[in-house]
């Protein structure tokens, strides 16, 4: 997400005019849209190494565990020591 926050950056800057990155326009081409061929990489490496699906696995976990917490304390049950005694 960075890299694409940077590239939008960039582009802004170059097509408002603001900032001139070189007298070559291929090379300033090249600086303003390399971020978007970096963050496209980031995330082709990141699908294939199976790192987004563990992120999405990990917060699913915690969703249910989240969920498991909230229904034992509403049960009176939970880990705050709230719970009656028998």
């Known amino acids: 997400m960075v890299f694409v926050l940077v590239g939008v950056l960039f582009l802004a800057l170059r097509l408002g ?5 070189s007298d070559s326009d291929w090379l300033a081409w090249t600086i ?4 978007f ?3 496209v990489l980031w995330w082709a490496w990141s699908d294939a190494s199976g790192r987004t699906q ?3 696995m990990r917060a699913i976990d915690d969703k249910k565990a989240a969920r498991r917490e909230r229904a034992m304390e ?8 709230k719970g ?3």
Not at 17 to 21: D, H, I, S, T
Not at 32 to 35: D, Q, R, S
């Open 54 to 56: 563990k992120l999405a």
């Open 74 to 81: 509403a049960l009176g049950k939970g880990s705050g020591g």
């Open 32 to 35: 303003v849209l390399a971020p």
């Open 84 to 86: 009656r005694r028998r």
């Open 17 to 21: 005019g603001w900032v001139k990155f």
């Open 37 to 39: 061929g970096l963050a």
